[in-house]
T-cell receptor
């Protein structure tokens, strides 16, 4: 299994508070991704990174920001959490983007915004 | 934009029998990749099988095989000799080969239950 951890694994927070989720990898892979999973929607891409300090938006990026200061860490921040951001968040990594490169997923973080 | 459709929300199969999960996709790309991921109750996303669109031969991985019909834009997953551990949600996913920063597009998933 790819060495990917996510923290925290579970979090309950209140509307309007900032939240940061962390993804940590030990594979030295260049590409990292944040997805959210909601019933009836599958997984949707929030943001991704193609290198240190290089990030771009995905399909559902509104209300989220990311940072990557080291190869191994990719942070997802909800500046002011809303109930619509209650979801399960997955981090994924790949060594090469595109070219059919397989993405490997972390264990997920369940976030509840009250 | 690419879309992936999994029209069956749920399926059930008896242990040791064979089941086929359907997936269709829509794209104008000619070169792409297709994936099936499994998500058991632990929520971990696990790659089951991968298919390159330029290959005519269907991919197989032990009890898992695909029926890839490029003209029909269909990519179904066949699970033979179903086991209780196959109980999971299964997601079909598409990636166009557009170079760096190509992205995965997922279907909504299908819940498979294997009955003892």
């Amino acid at each position: 299994d790819a060495g990917i951890t996510q923290s925290p694994r579970h979090k309950v927070t209140e509307t309007g508070t900032p939240v940061t989720l962390r993804c940590h990898q030990t594979e030295n892979h260049r590409y990292m991704y944040w997805y959210r999973q909601d019933p009836g929607h599958g997984l949707r891409l929030i943001h991704y990174s193609y290198g240190v300090k290089d990030t771009d938006k995905g399909e559902v990026s509104d209300g989220y920001s990311v940072s990557r200061s080291k190869t191994e860490d990719f942070l997802l921040t909800l500046e002011s959490a809303t109930s619509s951001q209650t979801s399960v968040y997955f981090c994924a990594i790949s060594d090469i983007a595109g070219v059919g490169e397989t993405q490997y997923f972390g264990p997920g973080t369940r976030l509840l915004v009250l | 934009a690419q879309t992936v459709t999994q029209s069956q929300p749920e399926m059930s199969v008896q242990e040791a029998e064979t089941v086929t999960l359907s997936c269709t996709y829509d794209t104008s790309e000619s070169n792409y990749y297709l994936f099936w991921y499994k998500q058991p109750p632990s929520r971990q996303m696990i790659l089951v099988i991968r298919q390159e669109a330029y290959k005519q031969q269907n991919a197989t991985e032990n009890r898992f095989s695909v029926n890839f019909q490029k003209a029909a834009k269909s990519f179904s997953l066949k699970i033979s000799d179903s086991q209780l551990g196959d109980t999971a949600m299964y997601f079909c996913a598409f990636m166009a080969n557009t170079g760096a920063n190509s992205k995965l597009t997922f279907g909504k998933g299908i819940t498979l239950s294997v009955r003892p």
